[in-house]
């Protein structure tokens, strides 16, 4: 059985990492083009190295919590795919083996052009952890650095795999996404007919259909009852 998971901003909050939308999110307190698209890092790069050098911080001190970790238990009872809009690796730490970063990795760096191929595959990445980036910081090619992140305005290289991911599910399950950032909010429409769609969000979502389940919770619980409902508990 193969298990697509599509995972967002909710997922991460119990982690103790701010939200982007949520009220007292970050984009109350930070314009996003001036931070997180491609016009603001072009205007100010040293604005949006300081952002996200302040988002490595935080993510230093944040741990997976339990929605993280029973997601990546799922592998024991599946063949999982995680697609997140999430830059942290909170998936990865909780030992989730197939991750899928649509909006890149935030403990990441590349140089600010020619980072992908044809195929949309990655070279000339880099994995900082937690460290800072700075101007000046540059490739061996004397390129300036800047983060592996798909800013606003960036197309968004990871989409391909993400579709062909959620088409080949026999379950999709989404968590923690408020569904209105796209192209990630279309991703569920590529699932096969007759597929069911589990969605954890104590919110509404601007989803409908006779295959959707809305799972009224937040993330760390709705993923209990998901387990329960679907049989996959321990």
Not at 125 to 130: A, E, H, K, N, P
Not at 216 to 234: H, I, Q, Y
């Amino acid at each position: 059985m193969k298990i697509t998971v599509l995972t967002g901003a909710g997922v991460s909050a119990e982690s103790g990492l701010a939200t982007y939308r949520d009220n007292n999110g970050l984009w109350d307190n930070y314009d996003p083009m001036e931070v997180a698209s491609i016009e603001g890092w072009y205007r100010n790069r040293k604005l949006v190295l300081d952002f996200y050098n302040m988002e490595r911080r935080n993510l230093a001190k944040a741990e997976p919590n339990a929605a993280h970790i029973a997601i990546a238990e799922l592998e024991r009872k599946a063949d999982v795919t995680v697609i997140t809009q999430n830059v942290d690796n909170l998936h990865e730490r909780a030992g989730s083996s197939k991750v899928i970063h649509l909006h890149g990795e935030a403990t990441k760096v590349r140089p600010e052009h020619g980072v992908y191929d044809d195929t949309g595959s990655e070279k000339e990445v880099t994995d900082i952890g937690y460290g800072e980036l700075n101007l000046g910081d540059k490739s061996p090619k004397g390129i300036q650095l800047r983060p592996h992140i798909v800013f606003f305005g960036e197309a968004v290289p990871k989409l391909t795999e993400a579709v062909e991911a959620v088409q080949e599910a026999d379950i999709v399950l989404i968590v923690g996404t408020s569904m209105q950032v796209y192209p990630a909010a279309s991703l569920y429409r590529y699932a096969g007919h007759g597929v069911k769609i589990y969605v954890i969000d104590p919110a509404d979502v601007p989803l409908q259909g006779d295959n959707m389940v809305h799972i009224r919770e937040n993330a760390t619980k709705g993923m209990c009852t998901f387990l329960s409902m679907t049989g996959l508990a321990d």
